[in-house]
């Protein structure tokens, strides 16, 4: 459903993970909501060793319904 990129934040230094919704689902808005609620849940948890969300946005295009 979308490709994963490793990537070094640089404020903090930390390394991260991007996720980005594949080209051909961008405009399914079916799939578009499911790529952001499951953003939403990973987001709303709290626990060690259980990523985080930083941000989500669209860029270029890419995320919006």
């Known amino acids: 459903m979308g490709e994963v990129y490793r990537a070094q934040d640089t404020d903090p230094k930390r390394e991260v993970a991007i996720k980005v919704l594949a080209e051909q ?3 399914d808005t079916e799939r578009l909501a499911r790529f952001q609620r499951k953003a939403q849940v ?3 948890l709290n626990y060690p060793n259980i990523a985080e969300i930083h941000n ?3 860029s270029d295009g890419v995320g919006r319904g």
């Open 56 to 58: 989500f946005e669209p």
């Open 25 to 27: 689902f961008t405009q």
């Open 42 to 44: 990973l987001a709303s």
